[in-house]
């Protein structure tokens, strides 16, 4: 059985301080509490990416499903979607809809989103629509893929797409 010490008031130890364990209080090392030298390997960290889609602006944005991500690591989380176009929809009833879907191994691809972000003549050029994240977990070898859908009649329709989608991906 260990016998306990409390010392109240600050401690310095000049020279080496060891011990078999060390519990740290959750919040109590922060990222200014790590040496830029500290040299923590990949393996130890959470990656956040930005992965984007995109399509060319100057021509009419095209309905597409395109894979654009498999998780390398143990686990990913999704963080946001935003979606925006150069040009936006004009009169009539053009629209264009982004939907991000996950596929795991044996099983057909579903929405990660509560519902699809839709742009249309509502928004302005460049203006950026989030999309609400309905799940947000991925597992290991699991593909992102981003579903374009456009439709409308009458006026014309939006051109240059880009989808960003950010992720945090645990290390393997």
Do not use: C, W
């Not at 301080?17 to 509490?33: E, M, Q, R, Y």
């Not at 992965?51 to 499903?65: C, E, H, R």
């Not at 509560?114 to 928004?123: A, M, P």
């Not at 460049?126 to 597992?139: F, K």
């Amino acid at each position: 059985m260990a016998i306990e010490s409390t010392i109240q008031g600050d401690l310095h130890v000049v020279g080496d301080l060891s011990s078999s364990t060390l519990t740290i209080p959750a919040l109590t090392l922060t990222d200014a509490g790590v040496s830029a030298s500290a040299a923590i390997a990949a393996s130890k960290q959470e990656h956040r990416f930005a992965i984007t889609y995109s399509q060319a602006a100057g021509s009419d944005v095209v309905a597409a499903t395109v894979p654009v991500y498999t998780v390398r690591g143990t686990t990913a989380t999704l963080v946001a979607v935003q979606v925006a176009v150069t040009t936006a929809p004009t009169g009539g009833t053009e629209a264009i809809t982004v939907d991000v879907k996950k596929g795991s191994d044996g099983s057909a691809a579903a929405t990660m989103l509560s519902s699809v972000v839709t742009y249309d003549d509502d928004d302005a050029d460049y203006s950026v629509s989030a999309g609400s994240i309905g799940t947000a977990t991925l597992a290991a070898a699991d593909t992102i893929t981003v579903v374009v859908a456009v439709s409308g009649s009458g006026g014309a329709q939006g051109q240059g797409l880009i989808v960003t989608i950010t992720l945090n991906e645990d290390a393997s």
